[in-house]
C-alpha cells in the first residue's frame, strides 16, 4: 500500500512513538508521513528529519477538511478530553466525518478493550466511535489499546510512600502492557496493514491482580507495600480526602471498578503478531523504573 500516512496526536507520547517506529522500524519514509498536532510548532523534531507537520485540531473541522486532504492512512488517536459533557464523543465523530469527506483510504483508532461492556466512564466515547467508524463505509483497523504499565508510575509512587496501595479491584486482574509496545504493534499496523476490516487488543503476556502487581513493584522497589481493598464508596471518600478534584473522582473509580468486573482481564498474543516483538514484561517494566516508584 502507498500513500501518506497522518498520525493525529503527533506530540503526545504515544504518537511520537508510532512515528519513531514507522521512522526506524518500518521502513517508511519521512517524505510519506505525516504529523498532526493543534500546535505543529511543537513537532519541529519530526519535522527536521523530513516528516511532514499539519495543524490538526479536532475542536476546529475546517483543520480537519485541510488536514486530511491527500492522506491514504489516517490514524485517529483518541484525545484526551475527559469532562462529563461528551466532548471527546464529539471530537472523534467529527474527524471521522472529516476522513469521510476527504476521501481518506483507511482509517485507523485507538480504542479500549471491550467498550460496549466496560464500566471505565469513557467508555461510551469509544463505543461511539467505533460505531461511527464502522458505520461510514471506509476501511478500518481498530486497535484496542490495553492498559498501560505507565499508568502505575501515577499511582504506585505515593503507595509507597504511605506504604499502603488503596484500591477496589478486589481479585480483578488487569493485563498491563508498555506503552512501546502498543506503539511499536500500531506502527506495524499501518505500515502493513490487512485488506479487511479488524479489530486487534493489544494487552500485555499476563494479567495480574492488584496484590500481586503490588509483590512484584515491592521486590523492585525493595519496600513493602500492602493493598488495602476497599469498597468503590470508600475509595472516593478517601480521594476526596487527599484532595483528589472531585470531577476525576468517578473516572478513577470506574478504572477499579472496572478491573474487579474482570474487563482488563483480556490477554491476547495480537502486539506480538503486529510487531514481531516480544511484550515486555511487568517484573521488567517495574525492574527499569525503580527510581520512579520509590521517588
Known amino acids: 500500500m502507498t500513500g501518506k500516512i497522518l498520525v493525529t496526536g503527533a506530540s503526545g507520547h504515544l504518537g511520537a512513538k508510532i512515528l ?32 511532514e507537520t499539519r495543524r490538526i485540531d479536532f475542536d476546529d473541522a475546517a483543520s480537519l477538511e485541510t488536514g486530511f486532504a491527500g492522506i491514504d492512512r489516517l490514524l485517529i488517536i483518541s484525545t484526551d478530553a475527559l ?52 458505520a461510514s463505509g471506509l476501511a478500518y483497523t481498530i486497535f484496542r489499546n490495553g492498559w498501560y504499565m505507565e499508568n502505575l508510575l501515577m499511582a504506585l509512587p505515593q503507595a509507597f510512600a504511605s506504604g499502603h496501595w488503596y484500591s477496589s479491584a478486589g481479585t480483578g486482574r488487569n493485563a498491563h502492557i508498555a506503552r512501546d509496545d502498543i506503539a511499536r504493534a500500531i506502527a506495524a499496523g499501518l505500515a502493513a496493514p490487512v485488506a479487511d476490516n479488524v479489530t486487534y487488543t493489544l494487552t500485555g503476556p499476563a494479567a495480574f491482580t492488584t496484590d500481586e502487581i503490588a509483590a512484584l513493584a515491592s521486590e523492585a522497589a525493595g519496600k513493602p507495600l500492602e493493598v488495602v481493598h476497599l469498597t468503590d464508596a470508600q475509595l472516593a471518600e478517601g480521594m476526596a480526602a487527599a484532595g483528589v478534584p472531585a470531577a476525576y473522582i468517578p473516572t478513577f473509580v470506574s478504572f477499579d471498578a472496572n478491573a474487579r468486573a474482570g474487563h482488563f482481564a483480556i490477554v491476547t498474543d495480537d502486539a506480538v503478531t503486529l510487531s514481531g516483538v516480544e511484550s515486555t514484561q511487568l517484573m521488567e517494566f517495574l525492574d527499569a523504573n525503580r527510581k520512579a516508584l520509590i521517588g
Open 83 to 134: 469532562d462529563a459533557e461528551g466532548t471527546r464523543a464529539r471530537q472523534h465523530l467529527v474527524a471521522v466525518a472529516a476522513a469521510k469527506a476527504a476521501g481518506v483510504g483507511r482509517l485507523f483508532y485507538t480504542s479500549m478493550p471491550n467498550p460496549a461492556e466496560s464500566k471505565v466512564s469513557f467508555a461510551p466515547d469509544h463505543l461511539k466511535t467505533e460505531e461511527a467508524i464502522k
Open 20 to 51: 519513531h517506529h514507522l521512522l526506524a522500524d518500518n521502513g517508511v519514509a519521512a517524505s510519506d508521513l505525516v504529523a498532526g498536532s493543534r500546535d505543529p510548532a511543537k513537532l519541529e523534531e519530526l519535522a527536521r528529519k523530513g516528516v
